[in-house]
Nanobody, 124 residues
């Protein structure tokens, strides 16, 4: 059974940093893709970053490039999102998600597995 469990959210001031973690259980296959999404109140869920399991090339949405870094541990069981220079507009519920295969990684519809989410709040 696949399970994704996020942690690491919290409240910070503008310019601060947070690191989110996503522990993946039962989901280690070749050609699998994992991503971080976020959803603010009243807005659609958007893809923030993604990477193939075991891959080296990350993908980012434009608004977080240069500030966020997605990575995974050597065992490929934990996904991270290091978030620096946080802005109030980064405030949202953050989710990790997993899918088999690639495609349009930024679209939530292609993901089969989702974590429960972790809240990130950035105050000005």
């Amino acid at each position: 059974q696949v399970q994704l469990v996020e942690s690491g959210g919290g409240s910070v001031q503008t310019g601060g940093s947070l690191r989110l973690s996503c522990a993946a259980y039962g989901f280690i296959t070749s050609n699998s893709f994992v991503g971080w999404f976020r959803q603010a109140p009243g807005k659609e869920r958007e893809g923030v970053a993604g990477i193939y399991i075991g891959g080296v090339n990350p993908y980012y949405t434009d608004s977080v490039k240069g500030r966020f870094t997605i990575s995974q541990d050597n065992a490929k069981t934990t996904l991270y999102l290091q978030m620096n220079s946080l802005k109030p507009e980064d405030t949202a519920m953050y989710y990790c998600a997993a899918r088999y295969g690639g495609g349009q990684w930024w679209l939530p519809e292609g993901y089969k597995y989702w974590g429960q989410g972790t809240q990130v709040t950035v105050s000005s």
